[in-house]
Structures are given as structure tokens and as C-alpha cells.
């Protein structure tokens, strides 16, 4: 019997189990960490999902709070009109109820305003994203003094999120042009085409740098809005310079 | 005494390393648990009666290996069996093991395959063995549930079992070339044979360290809760 070939033969048969054995681990670790991964990715997905699934459920509740609390609140002013009445010839006991109205109508106003900062118009919610913009210019233009166009000759509806993240990006654009571009004119066009949904928003004013957008100090208006659009797919191309109007394109797959 | 014969004392010692422990962490013992147990104290009894036979009775004790290599082959795979999850595995490891039982008693009626170191049942259980330390790690790749390897009784039982056999699956292919060659260097190839055994055990007494049953995680969950 050779005995360099046992030795040989030894240590091969001693290694080969060894490295079985280090093989193994790295690839079981690197698999998990794989599956781990995998996983993660899916969590995440279906939390942001769920996110905009439970803002939907948030709002409602926002919803029946309001009906209650605002409901309460002015049913407590009218009676304490009602009382108003009664104390006709008593001065001191009615400039003490009306004091006592006026601060329930704040607090109902107050509360309106708080509550009412989250919720969804209702015409989105019932007649669709057309009737929403439709609705949201008239009533800008009338609050504004500024012509606001809508156009669309679509008559549709769409997805839910998709409807939601559109209504919000155009207020935001269309406010973001009341606010700094000084416009006389703003013009909202919806359309399709290639199986997309096109949002564009555009004003005649006195336009602004993209590079100053990317601030960090700037606002989240922008950043908002792109993130929106990340959630369903979608696109927001900027047509800007300094010194001529804006133009703002949102393209979202349908 | 020489070197080697210290190291077969230190590795005769090493026996009561997983039977200590075993004997401490039994109440967690799962069935596959259990059967390394019994594994554990068959082999401990067999190594002390081994070692008395030898030195008092001044006879091979060689029959004794054959009887068992055969029990711890069949032993072992059973506890692999317990691990299995495939159906079709689980009886081809139950089908195998029967086969090589009836092999190795049918070897054993010819009296010098008996009371000889039986080189030939030595090694296909060694095989076997490997093959069933293989066939785990693959599910363990294919399912992913454990979390940690270094706290899985199962995982340590493995690769001491995959070191251990495959290093004396070598020595045994020697077969009698190796093991009782009377020159210096086939002496030195035991040393290698005990430093085996000897971690052999550290790994299975590692590994039951770590056993745990779902009753004691569900106590302790209690106690959290209360
Ligand atoms: N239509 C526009 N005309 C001129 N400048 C604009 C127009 N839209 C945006 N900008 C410029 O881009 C900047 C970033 O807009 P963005 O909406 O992200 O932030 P913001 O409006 O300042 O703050 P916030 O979003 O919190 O209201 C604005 O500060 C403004 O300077
Ligand atoms: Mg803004």
C-alpha cells in the first residue's frame, strides 16, 4: 500500500466534507437573505397599497365625524337662537347668548375648516375626475377673478387612484400657478391618447427655473405630485422657462 | 502509553459529552431528538463494554463494531426519517435501512464476516449516513425555515455526522489495511480516526444544547404574558 496515495486520498476524503459543509452555508445564507429581500419588496408593496387603501377608509370616518360634530354644534347654535327670542327685553342675558352663539358658530367653523382640510370633494367621489376639474375651475374662476379653462371631450371614468391623484395634481398646479407665476390665464386640458390618460396644466405667466424646483429648500408641492404618480405609474414632464408661461404634462397609463 | 493511545482515552471520554448534555436537555427533546438519545446511550455502552472486553477479556471485540455499525446506521436514518418532510423519502430511507439490515444479518451468518472487522457493512453504513446528511441539507436549501443554522440541533447533528463518516468511510475502505497494520504510520491514521470521533461528539453535544420544544416556547410566552 502506498503510502503518500493514503495520504492523498485522506485528505481529500477530509476536505470534500469540509467544503460540502462551507458551500452549504454561504448558499443557504445568500438564498435567505434572497427570500428575505423578496419578501421585503412584497411588505412594502402591499403597505403603500394599503396606505392609499386606508386614507380612503380614513376620509370616510373624517366624514361621519363631521356630520357629527359639525351636526351637534349647530344644532346647539339654533337653539340657542331660538332662546335669543325668549330674552327680548333682558339686554344683559342676551349679549351673553349671542356671545355664547357666536362662539359655538367658531367652533363649528373651526371644526369645518379643520376636518374638511382632509377630505375628498364629493363630486369626485360621485360624478368622476371630468365633473371634479369641471366643477374646480368654475368655482376658482369664481373665487379668483382669474379665467380658468377646463377642456376635455372624454366621458369616462377611471380608477379610483388614478382619479385622486389627478384631482390633487392639478389644485396643486393650478395653485402653484395662482401663487407664483402671476398669470392671466390658466388652461386645464384633459385627454387620451395611446391608451394614456393626458393632464395638462398651463398658464401665460412669468414662468421659473427648473434648477431652483430641485432645491431641497423648496417647497413639496412638485415632490408631492411625483410621488402620487410613482403610486399609479404615471408622469409628471415639465415644459418651463423663465420669462414665458408654464406648461405641466401628467401621462398616466391606462 | 504513546500518543495515540492518550488520544483514544480523551476520545473514549468524549462519549460522555452528548450524554451529559442529552441527559440535561432531554424534557426537549423532539422524536428525532429522542432517537439520537438513544443513539447516544447505545453508543456509550457499547464503547465502555468495548474497551473492557478488550482489556479484560484479551479478545477481539471486532463482532461488537459490526453489531453496531448496524444499529447506528439504523438509528441515525430513522432520526433523519423523522426530518424528512417528503413522503416518497421517508419511504425510500424506511425501504433502504430494512434492505441494509437484512443484508448486514445475512452477511453476518458467515462467522469470519462476523468476527472480523467487517469493512463491507462498515462502509455502506457510513454511505447511507452521508446520504441522508445530504438529502437534509438540500431541504433544508429547498424550504428555507430555519432561521439561524448555528441554534438548529439538527444542522450541528449534520455536519458532525458528515465529517465523522465520511472521514472514517475512508479508513474503513482501507479496511483491515489500515486499521490493524502493525507499521508507525497506519498507527498515525488512528490518531486522525479519534480527533474524528472526538469532534464528532463535541458537534452532536452542541447541537442538543440547543434543542427546544414548542411546550417550552409556549411556557415561556405564558410567563410573558402574565
Ligand atoms: N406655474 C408656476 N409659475 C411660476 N413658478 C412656479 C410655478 N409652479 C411652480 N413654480 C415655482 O416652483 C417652486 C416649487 O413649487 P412647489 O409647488 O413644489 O412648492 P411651493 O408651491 O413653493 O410650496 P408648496 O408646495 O408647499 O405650496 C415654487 O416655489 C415656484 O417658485
Ligand atoms: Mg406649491
Redesign the interface.
Given at each position: 500500500m502506498n503510502e503518500v496515495k493514503i495520504v492523498i486520498l485522506g485528505t481529500i476524503a477530509m476536505l470534500l466534507p469540509v467544503s460540502a459543509i462551507i458551500l452549504f452555508v454561504i448558499v443557504y445564507y445568500r438564498r435567505q437573505r434572497l427570500q428575505r429581500a423578496a419578501h421585503e419588496e412584497a411588505l412594502h408593496q402591499a403597505m403603500l397599497e394599503a396606505s392609499v387603501g386606508s386614507q380612503e377608509v380614513v376620509r370616510r370616518q373624517i366624514g361621519g365625524d363631521l356630520h357629527d360634530e359639525i351636526g351637534a354644534l349647530l344644532s346647539a347654535t339654533r337653539m340657542s337662537l331660538s332662546q335669543l327670542n325668549k330674552y327680548s327685553e333682558n339686554e344683559s342675558k342676551r349679549t351673553l347668548l349671542l356671545g355664547r352663539t357666536e362662539e359655538l358658530l367658531n367652533e363649528a367653523l373651526h371644526n369645518v375648516r379643520r376636518i374638511s382640510k382632509d377630505l375628498m370633494p364629493s363630486t369626485l367621489d360621485e360624478f368622476g375626475l371630468i365633473e371634479a376639474l369641471k366643477d374646480f375651475s368654475q368655482k376658482m374662476t369664481l373665487h379668483t377673478n382669474l379665467p380658468i379653462h377646463f377642456t376635455c371631450d372624454l366621458n369616462a371614468r377611471y380608477d379610483a387612484k388614478t382619479e385622486l391623484a389627478l384631482y390633487r395634481s392639478t389644485q396643486e398646479l393650478v395653485n402653484n400657478a395662482l401663487k407664483h407665476a402671476e398669470a392671466k390665464e390658466i388652461k386645464i386640458t384633459l385627454s387620451e391618447n395611446n391608451k394614456k390618460l393626458r393632464l395638462e396644466v398651463t398658464d401665460d405667466g412669468k414662468g421659473f427655473d427648473l434648477e431652483a424646483v430641485n432645491q431641497p429648500s423648496r417647497g413639496i408641492g412638485i415632490k408631492n405630485i411625483e410621488s402620487r404618480m410613482s403610486l399609479i405609474k404615471g408622469q409628471l414632464k415639465f415644459d418651463v422657462e423663465i420669462g414665458r408661461g408654464s406648461t405641466f404634462i401628467i401621462t398616466v397609463p391606462l | 502509553m504513546t500518543f495515540p493511545d492518550i488520544l483514544a482515552y480523551v476520545s473514549s471520554l468524549g462519549v460522555f459529552f452528548p450524554l451529559i448534555i442529552a441527559i440535561i436537555r432531554r424534557e426537549n427533546f423532539t422524536l428525532e431528538l429522542k432517537l439520537m438519545f438513544v443513539y447516544i446511550i447505545v453508543s456509550t455502552l457499547t464503547e465502555i463494554i468495548a474497551t473492557f472486553w478488550a482489556r479484560y477479556l484479551h479478545s477481539p471485540n471486532h463482532f461488537m463494531l459490526n453489531i453496531f455499525s448496524v444499529v447506528e446506521c439504523l438509528l441515525l436514518v430513522l432520526m433523519y426519517r423523522e426530518v424528512f418532510i417528503n413522503k416518497l423519502v421517508k419511504r425510500i430511507t424506511l425501504i433502504t435501512i430494512s434492505v441494509f439490515t437484512f443484508f448486514a444479518i445475512f452477511n453476518f451468518t458467515e462467522t469470519s464476516n462476523f468476527v472480523k472487522f467487517n469493512s463491507l457493512i462498515n462502509s455502506i453504513a457510513c454511505i447511507i449516513i452521508i446520504i441522508c446528511v445530504?438529502i437534509y441539507?438540500f431541504q433544508?436549501?429547498q424550504t428555507?425555515t430555519v432561521q439561524k443554522?448555528s441554534v438548529t440541533p439538527m444542522f450541528w447533528i449534520s455536519?458532525a455526522c458528515?465529517?465523522y463518516f465520511?472521514?472514517t468511510?475512508?479508513l474503513f475502505l482501507?479496511g483491515e489495511?489500515?486499521l490493524f497494520?502493525k507499521s508507525p504510520?497506519f498507527k498515525e491514521?488512528w490518531v486522525?480516526y479519534f480527533i474524528l470521533s472526538f469532534i464528532f461528539r463535541i458537534f452532536l453535544a452542541i447541537g442538543l444544547w440547543f434543542s427546544k420544544t414548542p411546550l417550552q416556547l409556549k411556557s415561556s410566552s405564558k410567563s410573558a404574558q402574565s
Open positions: - | 445530504f441539507f433544508l436549501l428555507l443554522l455536519v458528515l465529517l465520511s472521514g468511510l475512508f482501507y489495511t489500515v497494520h504510520f491514521l486522525i
